[in-house]
Nanobody
Framework: VQLQASGGGLVQAGGSLRLSCANS??????VGWFRQAPGKEREFVAA????????KYADAVKGRFRISRDNINLAVYLQMNSLKPEDTAVYFC?????????????????WGQGTQVTVSS
């Protein structure tokens, strides 16, 4: 299983970005996005069941970010709107082939390499 995150970049506060997570053709029970700012631990951002019937968001991003999946190419997306400087971090996509939607890094077996998101004020 290979996950590859892309779509990061530099954006002004209030702007939008869409992150993509491509995979090598695998299906999973759950997929998620996490982020890690310099000097901080990796933290949960959003997750969804593979079927899309369960969603979970961190309080810090509720109402601004949306996780989704493409049924054809199996990619997972994170639409990020109204970005804030505190959203600056490396964003990672993650997946597991077992278990329910979770906000814990330990519940995800497969990880992408990360994509940098920088929000300027």
């Amino acid at each position: 299983v290979q996950l590859q995150a892309s779509g990061g970049g530099l954006v002004q506060a209030g702007g939008s970005l869409r992150l993509s997570c491509a995979n090598s053709g695998s299906t999973f029970s759950k997929v998620g996005w996490f982020r890690q700012a310099p000097g901080k631990e990796r933290e949960f951002v959003a997750a969804m069941s593979w079927r899309g019937d369960r969603l979970k968001y961190a309080d810090a991003v509720k109402g601004r970010f949306r996780i989704s999946r493409d049924n054809i190419n199996l990619a997972v997306y994170l639409q990020m709107n109204s970005l804030k400087p505190e959203d600056t971090a490396v964003y990672f996509c993650a997946a597991n082939q077992r278990g329910l939607v979770s906000d814990k890094t330990s519940d995800y077996q497969f990880w992408g390499q990360g994509t940098q998101v920088t929000v300027s004020s």
